[in-house]
């Protein structure tokens, strides 16, 4: 099995609004990624997680918080977004080896 | 900063057609994943080859990662219009994270 779940598969937010995105996964990976990938462009990384842990945070505005509750689920809050936040939203995981799995992504509409 | 040049951005083909996609870097990658992806929905792991000079074949995929680890190809052989997509090529480096190539998109006509 190497699924990667994320919910909601859409979402459409104002910029006042408070919204989070939800992955997970039972592969037993521990390490644990968000990626946003705008129109016909590759995934840009935002963040990395690592046994849990905010390993990586490639300079992604405060508005993103992500959060990791447990080694299966990976959150990311987003509070005050920008209309050029609207993107796909992927999750991916990852054994600790350089292959990573992705979910179908989450495609966000901000107004 | 490890880059990875992707060739070509767009293919426009006929069925039947072969075709193949190339990822180039002057660096050195510990692994290369090739990825396809439709659109609004997330990339789907295709292969990883991770020895220089590594041949994978996937039914009609053939992917093989150079030498020297700093190259790879992805041929398809008599493509069909289910094929059509966006194909990602990533070079594993270091801390578990990946650089990816700037995609191919790839259009079979029936």
């Known amino acids: 099995d190497t699924e990667v779940t994320q919910t909601p598969k859409h979402l459409v937010m104002g910029m006042t609004n408070k919204k989070s995105l939800k992955c997970e996964q039972h592969m037993g990976h521990r390490a644990m990624y968000w990626y946003k990938q705008k129109a016909k462009k590759p995934p840009e990384l935002m963040f990395v997680y690592s046994y849990e842990k905010l390993s990586i945070n490639e300079s992604v505005p405060s508005r993103f918080s992500p959060e990791c509750p447990n080694s299966s689920l990976l959150n990311l809050h987003l509070h005050a977004l920008q209309p050029e936040d609207s993107a796909l939203y992927l999750c991916a995981s990852s054994h600790g080896g350089d292959t990573q799995y992705f979910g179908p992504g989450t495609r966000l509409t901000v107004l | 900063t490890q880059l990875l040049e992707q060739s070509p951005q767009f293919l426009s083909i006929q069925e039947g057609e072969n075709l193949t996609v190339y990822c180039n870097s002057s660096?050195?990658?510990?692994?290369l994943q090739w990825y396809r992806q439709e659109p609004g929905e997330g990339p789907v792991l295709l292969v990883t080859v991770v020895t220089g000079g590594e041949v994978k074949k996937l039914k009609r995929l053939t992917f093989q990662f150079g030498d020297a680890r700093k190259d790879s190809s992805l041929h398809i052989t008599a493509a069909q219009p289910g094929d059509t997509g966006l194909y990602l090529c990533?070079?594993?480096?270091?801390?578990?994270?990946?650089?990816f190539g700037g995609g191919t998109r790839l259009m079979v006509k029936p």
């Open positions: 660096s050195v990658f510990s692994s």
């Open positions: 990533a070079g594993g480096r270091a801390g578990n994270m990946l650089t």
